[in-house]
């Protein structure tokens, strides 16, 4: 109904505005053309200074009414730094915006045409050139140093505590791997990836054994994040709202980004007064027809069941047995079913059940 009515209105402001037009031109016939020039000239410098005070009071009428909405809550450590910076570029482009966009406006009210006015010329002015140059530099050097601070930050290399979790885009997914108990993720080759080994895990790497995938993004509230980051097939990029986390997935090249989540999602829930309220990964790079449906769920616990869930998560190895008999060395196979959890009758067993079956 608002949007109707606010539709109405502008119809009926653009019909106005189309009589005074109108009337303005009959105007100009009756009269001779030089006053009629000049009173178009006035009703033109009017309906300019109408269009920046409109314009200006509808911005910071819309901004204040709906600015809860513009932010999400931050859930992060640094997300209050990346925050901070996002206000006070917002702010400084704000001020720019409303002294630019008045003058501008007021140039055309101020300075219309006149007979016998002439206007002022100079060719160049050394002190106002200086100044114009010196001030947008002075103010951009010090927002790119303050957030040149936050890059190498959030870039940098992790601490050794960090949980390190390698998320894995491709057309039209996105899949997690974790690097299970012994906390350092196994090689990976490319060339390795097939239908069943979509990380491309290098078998003979014993890092790769107790590897495991998941299809939810768990992160332990209070820790230290290390995400590396790598694409498949076209550019992607991981998005986490809450956290002010942003990275691209480029293909052939590892990315990365650290953080620390602060808040768990029941802590969510329960700020944001939502009890259905759950973290979400997008992926904010356009990479084809199904990127709508790039979401990853997100989940944040305490330290403590964050590592339950890790202890309850089955080895990629384990759950691929033909693997362990096809690509993990002989020499290897022993610290393979170890550290896989896998149990003997994982491996070729298994296997021979697999077979007689397909073949019944
Ligand atoms: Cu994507």
Redesign the pocket.
């Known amino acids: 109904m608002m949007s109707l009515i606010i539709g109405i209105g502008v119809a009926l402001i653009v019909v106005i505005l189309y009589l005074i037009f109108r009337i303005g031109n009959l105007v100009s016939l009756v009269k001779d053309e030089k006053a009629a020039t000049q009173s178009r000239n006035r009703t033109h410098a009017f309906l300019l200074m109408a269009f920046m005070i409109l314009s200006l009071i509808g911005f910071y009428y819309w901004s204040y009414v709906h600015f809860d909405e513009y932010v999400l809550p931050v859930a992060s450590e640094h997300g209050a730094i990346t925050d901070h910076l996002f206000w006070i570029t917002m702010a400084i482009c704000v001020i720019a915006f409303t002294l630019i966009f008045i003058v501008m406006f007021w140039f055309t009210y101020a300075y219309q045409y006149e007979e016998g006015r002439k206007a002022a010329f100079f060719a160049d002015n050394h002190k106002l050139e200086i100044l114009w140059t010196l001030i947008p530099a002075v103010v951009m050097a010090l927002l790119i140093f303050r957030g040149l601070r936050a890059w190498t930050d959030i870039t940098g290399p992790a601490s050794k505590e960090a949980e390190v979790i390698e998320l894995v ?1 491709q ?2 997914a996105w899949t997690a791997r974790y690097p299970g108990k012994d906390t350092e993720l196994g090689k990976i080759d490319f060339r390795l990836i097939d239908a069943s080994n979509e990380f491309g895990l290098d078998l003979t790497d014993e890092k790769s054994y107790d590897d495991f995938k998941s299809q939810t993004l768990h992160l332990p509230a209070g820790k230290e994040v290390l995400l590396k980051i790598r ?1 498949k097939d ?4 991981v998005f986490l709202p809450h956290f002010r986390v942003k990275m691209d ?1 480029v293909p052939g090249m590892q990315t990365q980004f650290k953080f620390r989540p602060m808040k768990t999602t029941a802590q969510m829930r329960e700020e944001t007064g939502n009890p259905n309220f759950n973290y979400e990964m997008a ?6 027809k ?2 709508f449906s ?1 979401r990853f769920p997100v989940v944040v616990e305490d330290e403590e069941t964050y590592n339950k869930w890790k202890a309850a998560q089955e080895a990629w190895l384990k759950q691929n047995p033909d693997y362990y008999d096809k690509y993990v060395p002989k020499e290897k196979k022993e610290s393979a079913m170890i550290k896989s959890g896998m149990s003997p009758d994982n491996g070729s067993l298994k296997q021979v059940e697999l077979k007689t079956v397909s073949v019944n």
């Open positions: 885009a057309q039209f694409a076209v550019l992607h990029s997935a992926c904010t790079e356009i990479c084809g199904g990127h790039m």
